[in-house]
């Protein structure tokens, strides 16, 4: 099935229906938690795909930069291991009602930091899951909005990466995604 796609800002911005782990570009995010040692959704998928050299490296992380675990709309990167794509960084997205009415800056901060990393460290072709609209209940049509906004504000500032994917996991949330999206015409 070829994946139908969208694109926007000039094909800088690319979405997809499709599997994160196997996208071939130079990092994805995780929609990871605090704790970063695994869990469900498409954190369960990364270190299903990727093998245990990403659990390694997050343990590592756990024992030197980020001893509590990481924040809240913090990023960190690590190995992709066995993926396609050679690096992850894993952000924690916010959990929908339990951050006093700052999800939407929250959410915006898991994107922007994670370019802004592939940015620093040279890596032009990144792939986002839909953070927070799992697990942690965020209104997909409220994601659209935010993330939309934060991605075109990130491109007009100059950030220096060539390709942000955004990948759904079905046909619908990415409808969903492009019926509620404010990038600009
Ligand atoms: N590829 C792309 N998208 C995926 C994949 C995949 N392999 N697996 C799941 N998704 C989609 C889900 O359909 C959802 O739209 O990713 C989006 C994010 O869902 P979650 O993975 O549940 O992430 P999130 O809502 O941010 O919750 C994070 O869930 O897995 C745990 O350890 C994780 O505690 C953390 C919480």
Same mark, same amino acid.
């Given at each position: 099935?070829?994946?139908?796609?969208?694109?926007?800002?000039?094909?800088?911005?690319?979405?997809?229906?499709?599997?994160?782990?196997?996208?071939?570009?130079?990092?994805?995010?995780?929609?990871?938690?605090?704790?970063?040692?695994?869990?469900?959704?498409?954190?369960?998928?990364?270190?299903?795909?990727?093998?245990?050299?990403?659990?390694?490296?997050?343990?590592?992380?756990?024992?030197?930069?980020?001893?509590?675990?990481?924040?809240?709309?913090?990023? *960190?990167?690590?190995? #992709?291991? !066995?993926?396609? =794509?050679?690096?992850? %960084?894993? @952000?924690?997205?916010?959990? $929908?009602?339990?951050?006093?009415?700052?999800?939407?800056?929250?959410?915006?901060?898991?994107?922007?930091?994670?370019?802004?990393? *592939?940015?620093?460290? #040279?890596? !032009?072709?990144? =792939?986002?899951?839909? %953070?927070? @609209?799992?697990?942690?209940? $965020?209104?997909?049509?409220?994601?659209?909005?935010?993330?939309?906004?934060?991605?075109?504000?990130?491109?007009?500032?100059?950030? *220096?990466?060539?390709?942000?994917?955004?990948?759904?996991?079905?046909?619908?949330?990415?409808?969903?995604?492009?019926?509620?999206?404010?990038?600009?015409?």
């Amino acid at each position: 099935m070829t994946a139908s796609t969208h694109s926007y800002c000039d094909d800088r911005i690319r979405l997809t229906v499709g599997d994160l782990t196997e996208q071939a570009v130079d990092v994805i995010v995780n929609a990871a938690n605090s704790s970063l040692l695994g869990g469900g959704g498409v954190d369960g998928a990364i270190h299903r795909a990727g093998g245990p050299a990403i659990l390694e490296a997050c343990r590592a992380l756990r024992q030197s930069e980020w001893p509590d675990g990481l924040p809240t709309g913090q990023v *960190a990167i690590t190995t #992709g291991g !066995k993926l396609p =794509a050679p690096y992850v %960084i894993h @952000t924690v997205g916010p959990i $929908y009602g339990q951050h006093d009415g700052n999800e939407a800056v929250l959410l915006a901060a898991c994107y922007r930091n994670a370019i802004e990393l *592939a940015a620093e460290r #040279g890596l !032009k072709r990144i =792939a986002f899951p839909a %953070i927070s @609209t799992g697990v942690y209940g $965020y209104p997909p049509e409220s994601a659209a909005r935010v993330v939309s906004r934060t991605l075109s504000e990130l491109l007009a500032s100059g950030v *220096a990466v060539d390709e942000i994917r955004l990948v759904f996991f079905d046909a619908q949330q990415m409808a969903s995604f492009v019926t509620h999206q404010q990038f600009p015409r």
